[in-house]
């Protein structure tokens, strides 16, 4: 059976492709794992490094219902 992040990821690399992006960074990935996990996370990266995507596709990991944090 597929794991929600695989399906989410099989879904959005279309659309990733499209702005030239092939695969998630690993430790997008990463991150993206552990909040499969239920873990706390805090990301701090620097512009540019894909902190947005992360955020993004949080809650559909997750389910909904958590608070998430976005400060430039």
Do not use: H
Request: glycine share 6%; net charge neutral.
């Amino acid at each position: 059976m597929l794991d929600l992040l695989t399906l989410i990821m099989d879904f959005l690399l279309p659309y990733l492709r499209k702005l030239n992006i092939s695969e998630l960074k690993d430790y997008q990935e990463e991150a993206l794992k552990l909040m499969k996990a239920d873990k706390d996370l805090c990301i701090v990266w620097p512009t540019g490094s894909g902190k947005s995507l992360v955020y993004q596709l949080a809650p559909f990991i997750q389910g909904g219902g958590k608070l998430f944090a976005f400060i430039c």
